[in-house]
Nanobody, 124 residues
Framework: QVQLVESGGGLVQAGGSLRLSCAASGRTYIMGWFRQAPGKEREFVVAITRTSTRTYYADSVKGRFTISRNSAENTMYLQMNSLNLEDTANYYC????????????????????WGQGTQVTVSS
């Protein structure tokens, strides 16, 4: 069983930066972040393979967010720059115990393990 623990959320002004972390216990192949704003569905943000050879980004965060992974520590990081009001959401770390291909990499139901979430609030 994989357990995921997120940290690093908080309040930041528009244009600012935050760094999220997700520490995993157990073997994971794909780790990623999803987010959910009030009244909206959970949406894919970014994902990375175990060896960091492949990354997947939502169009809305390309060029602003950067995902990285320390396999030795089994920890994933999300550097978020140029934050805007639309980035406000609860951010969830997610993981799969198998590789993904195509649409599966972006689909929340295809991830079997989830963290509790960390709130990111961007103020104007």
């Amino acid at each position: 069983q994989v357990q995921l623990v997120e940290s690093g959320g908080g309040l930041v002004q528009a244009g600012g930066s935050l760094r999220l972390s997700c520490a995993a216990s157990g073997r994971t192949y794909i780790m990623g972040w999803f987010r959910q704003a009030p009244g909206k569905e959970r949406e894919f943000v970014v994902a990375i393979t175990r060896t960091s050879t492949r990354t997947y980004y939502a169009d809305s965060v390309k060029g602003r967010f950067t995902i990285s992974r320390n396999s030795a520590e089994n920890t994933m990081y999300l550097q978020m720059n140029s934050l805007n009001l639309e980035d406000t959401a609860n951010y969830y770390c997610a993981a799969r115990d198998a590789y993904c291909s195509g649409y599966d990499c972006y689909s929340a139901p295809k991830y079997g393990f989830w963290g509790q979430g960390t709130q990111v609030t961007v103020s104007s």
